[in-house]
């Protein structure tokens, strides 16, 4: 019997904690911190170190670490140029943080389609999206699988437009020999609780371009010139930055993160190769990754399943899976200021793609076992398709 009618759970244990426990390095840094006093960054050099450890990690020349990913999507757009009344081509299946920061500068989202099978912006769906207004495109490492970066970039460089990386999924992902993060003319990172590294919060700007780089750093220092007068305001900024604490708990988990990410693939790989004869799939990297992150795994339902119904029963046997993004065209918030453009191909996600969580692919082989043996269980039960598994 399904645990949704009261039969036992497939899994009744708990799954990993995200985050996990902090280790001893970042106790060891932390407490360093803490009693040194040096707080903040403006005296203190954690964030700085962590900054360019980050930066290098990711191919690019500099970064600029901020208090989380949304502000840091900000200072980006501003940092290559986006101003008031430009528009920015994003991807509608994706973060609300990816429309709102470009509200943030008040220029205007306009929502474009992804490519049905890896559900990431292309040179395709961008196209139509474009006008006189467009200043950048957002490409976005969806659950940690890099955006197909060179027809994105070669576009941008014809139109002589912008790109940001949204990499706030992605950090050490890669793209044809190179990481992310330097793919296009900025990127951005998060470091709030639920990412592959974390310090409950937090965000970096990254970059190859020191003009750029020089940029954000400067709106997110309250307008202030690098190495210039502390009164000196050159250019209307605000106070973005992260706090040494928050490098304190980043800069060790440089050191762990490409054995976390390794763990997560091997997941991804065994559950992907057992998924033959149910009406479920992973959905896949396109051509040109290196390597995902697999912040998420991204499971694309078969049409007829009743996704739903299956969100709870697998709930009730005790492996979640997430609905995921509805699309961003269907935030009303959102939808009442950006441009819409038509996105069968994110409804068609929105309808039919669930995840697994971080903290469920941290499993191990025995989450494997867990997850394929609910997903057995929920989608051969004949209300995973009949349609008559209720709203
Ligand atoms: C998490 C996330 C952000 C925003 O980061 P915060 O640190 O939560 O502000 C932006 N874009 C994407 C794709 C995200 O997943």
């Not at 009344?85 to 474009?112: H, K, W």
Request: proline share 6%; net charge negative.
């Amino acid at each position: 019997m399904l645990a949704i009618d009261g039969g036992a759970p497939v899994r009744n244990r708990d799954w990993p904690r995200w985050p996990p426990a902090a280790d001893d390095a970042q106790h060891a840094l932390l407490r360093e911190v803490v009693d040194g006093g040096d707080w903040g960054s403006t005296s203190g050099r954690r964030c700085d170190e962590f900054t360019s450890a980050f930066a290098a990690r990711h191919g690019c020349a500099h970064g600029v670490a901020v208090a989380n990913g949304t502000l840091a999507l900000f200072a980006a757009l501003h940092a290559v140029g986006v101003r008031p009344g430009d528009e920015v081509v994003v991807p509608g299946y994706t973060f609300v943080a990816c429309a709102s920061s470009v509200l943030l500068l008040g220029a205007t989202p306009v929502i474009a389609d992804v490519d049905p099978d890896h559900l990431h912006l292309t040179a395709a769906t961008v196209e139509p999206a474009l006008t006189a207004r467009t200043r950048a495109v957002m490409a976005v490492h969806l659950a940690g699988s890099p955006a197909p970066m060179d027809e994105l970039a070669a576009l941008a460089r014809r139109k002589g437009l912008a790109v940001v990386e949204d990499a706030a999924q992605a950090h050490g992902a890669g793209y044809r020999g190179r990481p992310v993060g330097c793919l296009g003319d900025v990127a951005t990172f998060s470091f709030q609780s639920s990412k592959a590294m974390t310090a409950g919060e937090g965000g970096i700007v990254t970059t190859a371009d020191g003009a750029v780089a020089d940029a954000a750093w400067s709106v997110c220092n309250l307008g202030r010139v690098r190495g210039g007068a502390w009164y000196h305001h050159a250019e209307l900024g605000w106070n973005l930055r992260m706090t040494e604490l928050q490098a304190a708990l980043l800069l060790p988990w440089l050191d762990r993160l490409d054995a976390e990410i390794d763990r997560r693939e091997d997941f991804a790989r065994r559950l992907s190769d057992s998924l033959a004869g149910l009406p479920v799939r992973v959905v896949a990297d396109p051509a040109g990754t290196d390597r995902d992150t697999r912040h998420l795994l991204m499971l694309r339902l078969d049409e007829d399943v009743h996704k739903p119904w299956v969100v709870r029963a697998m709930a009730a046997e005790g492996v979640p899976v997430d609905a995921g993004y509805p699309g961003l065209g269907r935030l009303t918030p959102v939808a009442e200021r950006a441009v819409v453009l038509p996105t069968p191909a994110v409804d068609r996600a929105g309808a039919s793609v669930v995840w697994l969580r971080q903290n469920v692919l941290m499993a191990g082989p025995d989450g494997v076992r867990d997850v394929l043996a609910a997903l057995e269980r929920v989608l051969t039960d004949p209300r995973a398709t009949s349609g008559t598994g209720g709203a």
